[in-house]
Nanobody, 117 residues
Framework: QVQLVESGGGLVQAGGSLRLSCAASGTIFSTSVMGWYRQAPGKQRELVAFITSGGGTNYADSVKGRFTIFRDNAKNTVYLQMNSLKPEDTAVYYC???????????WGKGTLVTVSS
């Protein structure tokens, strides 16, 4: 059974940084596209960034230049480094993946990021 477990969320002041982690099990992680989505209160879930098995990346315009997605296949883990955080980045962040496409078939339970002004 595939499991994606996020960690690293929390409360941070505007301008600060956080690093989210997503540990995957039960899937062929190295061949999977992995992504991060977020959902703010009252809004639809949106794609933040994804990374292909070959290391190619793609970002939402709202986070370009501030967020970096990267993966460690030896640890079956994908990360989201978030810098220069803004209050509008406040959301529950979800890890997604386990497939060769995005969105993949599997979701984590989410981790809350709160950015105070």
């Amino acid at each position: 059974q595939v499991q994606l477990v996020e960690s690293g969320g929390g409360l941070v002041q505007a301008g600060g940084s956080l690093r989210l982690s997503c540990a995957a099990s039960g899937t062929i992680f190295s061949t999977s596209v992995m992504g991060w989505y977020r959902q703010a209160p009252g809004k639809q879930r949106e794609l933040v960034a994804f990374i292909t098995s070959g290391g190619g990346t793609n970002y939402a315009d709202s986070v370009k230049g501030r967020f970096t997605i990267f993966r460690d296949n030896a640890k079956n883990t994908v990360y989201l480094q978030m810098n220069s955080l803004k209050p509008e980045d406040t959301a529950v962040y979800y890890c997604n993946g386990g497939s060769r496409w995005i969105p993949g078939d599997y979701w984590g339970k989410g981790t809350l990021v709160t950015v105070s002004s």
